[in-house]
């Protein structure tokens, strides 16, 4: 069996720190100061890298209300761009001077440009840059060749025993359409046959009992038979996996597993 899915590796990227970090923040020279950006977008409910984007950003605060949100570094560079990101969609926005502006509540409004797989720009997109080295991920505004999963979150204590995926070219004249699911790293979980399709290819029945996965965000890809015996890829369906997280036993208090926050 041959598959032809038309997805990339998603790199794993080595944040590199240029001053302890923690919840006091750290000591460093400004000149050390420095954060990324990272233009991605989604692919058959895969995140890839979108690279040579044009992308900028800037600090709206000035005066007082800079000082105090960027306190960590409130004479750093406050402004970028336009520049591009590079090969694999990343721009390191720094100054050598000065570093760049950062702190508790510090708030960069981003900009992205269009790219041959992204249709959409988005402008003043908010994210806090809160500490040296940070990356910001700046996701296209829409999904590309991605079809919709219900139900789309499960609970891989009690998956549910069939999911439906709607789309389009989900034919199955030379064979059922096969499912695979992916991480986001690409590594495949899993792969089952559909149970049904509909007459016009826009929707089919898959069982779903077997997605027991650890928590987190997959992609199920459908994949139709050709004339020819092989396998083409039409779609993806973003797929999100969580363990429901007790309460707190006796009501009111305390926090257990994903419910707790770090504790400065």
Known sequence: MRHRVILSIVPMVAGLLALTIGCGGGGSTPSGLFFKVHTTVTVNGIVNDDPNVNVGGFVPLTGIELANACSQNPGGLTGFGPNTTDGTGHFTVSDSNSGVAIGPSCEWLFSRGTSNQCPVQSVNEQHNVTFSGMEVA?????????????????????????????????????AMPKIDFYDQNRTLWLEVTALSVSSDGTSLVLPANQITFADGEYAAVVSVMQADGTWNSVGGADIHVATPVSPPSGGGGGCTGRNCLPQC
């Open 138 to 174: 700046l996701a296209c505004g829409v999904t590309v060749n991605t079809f919709a999963a219900s139900p789309a979150t499960i609970d891989p204590t009690a998956p549910p025993a069939t999911m439906t995926i709607t789309g389009h070219n989900m034919s199955a004249t030379y």
